[in-house]
């Protein structure tokens, strides 16, 4: 039982590393010109063992994107993580702040790795669809929390949680939080407060 729960510990360990390492890649020198022998020399590990574990490059980048919104290995999804259940607890200002700083911690890890993502899908259809289905796990989520406004009567009048989802979508994108925190210079408490602010006046039906 000892030797086995070693093993598990090491692969996990390995394949964390291996993850790193693709994620410096990716970043740096983007998803075409990162190659598996790269992603394997940067890990320490043979390429061999890169293909053994996640098989393609492309079911790498999908398991980094995972692991970076998650923020960690385990097998719980986002509609799960403790912060949303609070967030779909609180009253309406409240869950739109959760839902915003949720949104930032994802983002200060992930968001770099969806720029990968999202300048390689022009040119490679499998990460294209990698790219929509982002977008619609996204969308899938924040459309939960536009239910929970919708259920305490606290949407502006004629705004639908399909339209509140989208408007949240728009705001909340790893896009606009990559050209205001690191191309604009705002820190991350400015979107931050920028996002929850706008956020607010466009949804809830007693801001004016």
Same mark, same amino acid.
């Given at each position: ?5 070693? /093993?598990?510990? *090491?692969?996990? =360990? ?26 394997? *020399? ?14 393609? *490059? ?15 290995? #385990? ?7 403790? !912060? ?16 915003? #700083?949720?949104?930032? /911690? ?24 990698? !790219? ?45 939080? @990559? ?6 210079? !705002?820190?991350?408490? =400015? !979107? ?10 466009? @949804? ?5």
């Amino acid at each position: 039982m000892a030797e086995s729960g070693t /093993r598990a510990r *090491k692969a996990a =360990e390995t394949r964390a590393r291996m993850l790193a390492a693709a994620r410096r890649l990716f970043v740096e020198h983007g998803y075409a010109a990162t190659s598996m022998q790269a992603v394997a *020399k940067e890990a320490g590990v043979a390429v061999q063992t890169l293909y053994f574990t996640f098989a393609t *490059k492309r079911a790498l980048l999908s398991e980094l994107v995972d692991v970076e919104v998650a923020g960690d290995m #385990e097998p719980v999804a986002t509609l799960d993580r403790p !912060w949303v259940a609070e967030a779909l607890a609180a009253p309406p200002e409240r869950l739109l702040r959760l839902v915003v #700083e949720g949104t930032g /911690r994802i983002h200060t890890r992930v968001a770099p790795v969806l720029e990968v993502v999202r300048s390689a899908a022009a040119a490679d259809p499998e990460i294209a669809a990698l !790219w929509r289905a982002n977008i619609e796990q996204r969308h899938t989520v924040l459309t939960t929390f536009a239910g929970a406004l919708a259920a305490r009567s606290a949407l502006r009048p004629g705004v639908g949680t399909g339209r509140v989802a989208d408007m949240m979508l728009a705001t909340l994108s790893p896009e606009t939080y @990559l050209l205001l925190v690191s191309r604009r210079g !705002w820190s991350h408490e =400015e !979107w931050a407060d920028w996002a929850t602010g706008t956020l607010r006046c466009q @949804l809830l039906a007693d801001v004016d």
